[in-house]
Nanobody, 124 residues
């Protein structure tokens, strides 16, 4: 069982930055594809960034492309989401997720492990 613990959420003004971190409990972290989903009130959960287990391929939703960067450090069992130029519409609960498949997917039901979520609030 892989446990994922997110940190780094909070309140920030529009235009500001935050970095989310997600630490995994397993030494098998390097075998997992990782993703960040977010869910705003009244909206569906959406994949906003993902990274293959090797880190060789990345995915970004159009809404965050050019502003967010996903990365991973397999020596620290941690995946990061650097969020710049934040907008009020980025306000949501952000979830770290992992799947044993080496590639990512936009289907949230295909992910095996989830963090508890961290709130990101962007004020205008």
């Amino acid at each position: 069982q892989v446990q994922l613990v997110e940190s780094g959420g909070g309140l920030v003004q529009a235009g500001g930055s935050l970095r989310l971190s997600c630490a995994a409990s397993e030494r098998t972290f390097s075998s997992l594809a990782m993703g960040w989903f977010r869910q705003a009130p009244g909206k569906e959960r959406e994949l906003i960034a993902a990274i293959t287990r090797s880190g060789g391929r990345l995915y970004y939703a159009e809404s965050v492309k050019g502003r967010f960067t996903i990365s991973r450090d397999n020596t620290k069992n941690t995946v990061y989401l650097q969020m710049n130029s934040l907008k009020p519409e980025d306000t949501a609960v952000y979830y770290c997720t992992a799947r044993t498949n080496p590639n990512y997917s936009s289907d949230y039901s295909s992910y095996d492990y989830w963090g508890q979520g961290t709130q990101v609030t962007v004020s205008s």
